[in-house]
Structures are given as C-alpha cells and as structure tokens.
C-alpha cells in the first residue's frame, strides 16, 4: 500500500469516526449534556474563540517562557553530567529518581510560594520540561565516541576546534530530541498549574468549563489546544530534521 | 563503595542544605527535613481526615484498576495493529499523534463525563498507561526477525510455537519497558486526578492538607508518595531487568 493510500484510509477512519460520534449523539446512545456532537463543538468553536484567543497567548506565551528556562538550565546540567564521569555516577540516579516522582505533588507548593500568576505556570512548566532534557542531554554527551577526540587532539586541533567541530555535531542529535520532546512537558506543565491555580489561561478556562457543564466549548477548547500542541511539536520535528540535515 | 558514600554525601549535603535554608524563611511556605517526622505522626492522628490507610487502599485500587485497562486494551491494540501490517500502517501514526499532545487536557471531559469520583481517576490513569504499552507492543514486533518466524514455520511449528519461542523472546525486553511506563503514568495518571479534583484518595488527603495550610502535613505526605512512587517504579525495573535477562 502506497503513501497516498494510507494518507486516504487515515483521512476515511476519522472522519466515519466523528459520523459515528454524531450519529450516536443523534440517536440517544451519547447524552450530549456529557459527550456533544462534533456538529455542536463546531458551533460552540466561533463563540469560544473571542475569549479563547487571549487565552491561548497567556498559556503558550508561558510555556515559551517556561521552555527556554527548562532549556538554558537542562541542556548545560545534562552535558556536564554526561561529560563528568563521577558526577555522572553520583548524581544521575538523584536525576533520574526526581525525573519519576510525579511533579503534580510538589505543585501545590509551588502556587503556594509563587502565587495564581504567572510565575507558578512558568515554574511548573520549568520544572516539567527541565528533567526529559537533562537525561537525554546527559545520555547523548556520555556515549560521544572519545577516540572522535582523541583523533582530533592528535590531528592539533584546539580546543575550541573540538568543542565545535567534533562535541557539537555529536551530542547536537540528543540535545534536539531532548529539546523536542520537552514541549509536550512544557505544554503540559502550563496547563496543569493553570487548572490546579490558575485564574488565566487555557488550562482554567478548560476546568471552569468542566464545572460549569459547558460540554460543548469545553470540546472545542480541548480540540484547540490539541491542535496547537501538535502544530508546535511538528513544527519543532520538522526544525530537528533540517538540522540533521546540515550535520 | 566509593560511589555509595559520594552519593550518601550529596544526599546528606542536600538535606542539610533544605534545613539550612527552611530555617531561616517563613515555616508556613518552608519545611524543613526535620519537621517531617512529627508532621508525619500528626497526619496519621488528625481527626478531620478519615486514616490515611483507606485512601492509600483507593489509590491502590485506582491505579490497579487502570493499569490492568491499560495492559489489556493495550496489548490487544498492539498486537491487531503489529500482526496485521496494512492496519498497522494506518493506525499506528495515528495512536503516535496522541503523544504531541499534553495528556491533561483530556481531564477536564473525563472528569465532567465520569464525575469527581473514582471513574474518572481510573480512565485517565487508563489513558496515559494505554499509551506506551501499545507503542511497546509494535516496537517490540518491529524487533522480531521475520527470517526467524520463516524458519520455525518451515519446519513445521504452529502459531502457538512461534508465538512462545520466536516472539515472545525477541519482544520481550521492549514490553517489559513498555509496561514499566504504562506503570509509572497510570500512577500519575490518577494522583493527578485526585489533586485536581477528587473526595478521597492520596491526592485528595494531600491539597486537603495543603488547603488548611497544614504545610509540614502536606510536606510529610508528598515525601511518603513519593517515596512510594519511586518503589513501585524499582520494582518494576527490577521486574524488566530479570525478563530482559530470560530473553537473551
């Protein structure tokens, strides 16, 4: 079966299975007080958007926030880790086991010390996107080919030469996929704080509507958001390729 | 041995560090170590909260409940989509979709479509563990050599035997992984349900804590989930470890 075949059996699939979905609204097997119909969410999508698109900024403008901190502290920690061989030892199980304690515990704590604002979401989007990056950052500088750089020395190259030419390229492939995979975290942590506490943000809107029984909007937002994460992690996929390109 | 005292030296470094600092800033938002131990004996007396021990039985139950879901469903999902290559092909890119997209804001209609209850914390922590256990499942096909199937059924073994001496064995390291992650996120799964909203469970014991201010309380019980998380994540590695081993 061809690409285009695939494309056309996928694109078949979702749609019979939003037919279904409607269909079974319509006759009474969903109540849409609990499941509407994908023609109400798509009703529910123009009234939603006047108030969902201010929204939408706050929550995505304090991931990118939350993101580029997450980077600047994950990506040089794990390449000391993985270029450290006893720190490495020491303190990558302490990494690891932080990585696997659910970060929604410490949440409340942190809206407690930073508030319902901005800074909380931003932390917590930190605090998730931080962990992914540095292990997959550390794991990558770690199983850099030393000979690479034995080589290199004896060819007299400096150490800047090195460090550009030979442990970039190297570590760059995890570094990306470190990168990428932290969004979803980012996106996530975001949302999280803001429906624990928040009083902005997609992430409270989407609560509010789930309290509220606002099934219909609350679909259309989940859909919305949906459709951004993915848009931003393809985006961020497609980046990752044109770079392994240039290496 | 060395390894052992240099982490046991962070690990006390770190402590001592967190008392230093709590010390010295506001006890209500700070907690130091040394106030976890009392906080925790005064958990398990308070009189408003029912004990400790029948929240600690629903969580269990929660999270035993949606990760059997999410072994079955997703197990048989994977298997479907691995042995049959053509429904494979179309359904498996869509499944790997799903995982661009941050899991939680699928709690908001599950908690409006099943309520405040248990049901909601089970489908969720059944959402996020589906997930991986089936990815591990068409993983762990991919890695089965398809000469080798060729050669047991050429000299004469049925599905079964295949199935038993020819797949398992080859799948089997990447399924034990995959369910150690389905593990992990079934758990975060339902405490994330029952912080954001619950009437019984850890979670819920635990923002009922933090809603009263009761931070050392809250403190003492984010440690001992925490700590309880981390073993059932080492058991299950030390689970994978042993299968890892049988297979090779």
Known sequence: MGRLAVLRWQVLSVAVAFLAWEAAV????????????????????????AEALPRLLDTFGKTALGYAIAAAVGVPAGLLLGSRRLLHDVAMPYVVALYGVPKILILPWIALVFGIGLSTAVLSAAVFAVFPIVVLV??????????????????????????????????????????????????????LAEMLAGHRGMGYLMQRQAMAFKAPELFASTAIVSALSVSVVLFLEHLNRRLGQWR | MKLWLGRAVVLVVALLAWEAVARNLDPILYVGP????????????????????????????????????????????????????????????????????????WYPSLMLFFGLGPASK????????????????????????????????SMGAGPGAVFRKVMLPAMAGTLAGGLRTGLALSVVGVLVGEVLGARAGLGYVLTYAYGLLMTAEYAALVVIVAVAVLTVDALGALVEARVRRWAD
């Open chain 1, 138 to 191: 550390a794991a990558g500088a770690r199983d850099v080919d030393p000979t690479l750089v034995t080589v290199a020395v004896s060819m007299g190259a400096t150490r800047g030469q090195i460090g550009r030419k030979v442990l970039l390229p190297a570590v760059l492939p995890s570094v990306l996929t470190g990168l990428r995979i932290a969004m979803v975290f980012a996106i996530l942590g975001v949302l």
């Open chain 2, 34 to 105: 040394s106030r976890l131990p009392a906080a925790l004996g005064r958990v398990m007396s308070v009189r408003d909260l029912p004990p400790l021990g029948s929240h600690l039985w629903l969580t269990l139950g929660e999270v035993v409940a949606a990760f059997l879901l999410a072994v079955a469903s997703g197990l048989w999902v994977g298997f479907v989509l691995g042995l049959q290559k053509t429904l494979g092909r179309i359904y498996e890119p869509l499944l790997a979709v799903l995982y661009a997209v941050p899991s939680v804001i």
């Open chain 1, 26 to 49: 319509r006759v009474g097997l969903l109540d849409p007080l609990f499941v509407p119909a994908p023609s109400m969410v798509l009703r529910a999508l123009p009234s939603l958007a």
């Open chain 2, 122 to 153: 089970i489908a969720f922590g059944f959402l996020l563990g589906f997930l991986p256990v089936t990815l591990s499942v068409l993983a762990g096909i991919r890695q089965v050599p398809e000469s080798l199937i060729t050669v047991a059924v």
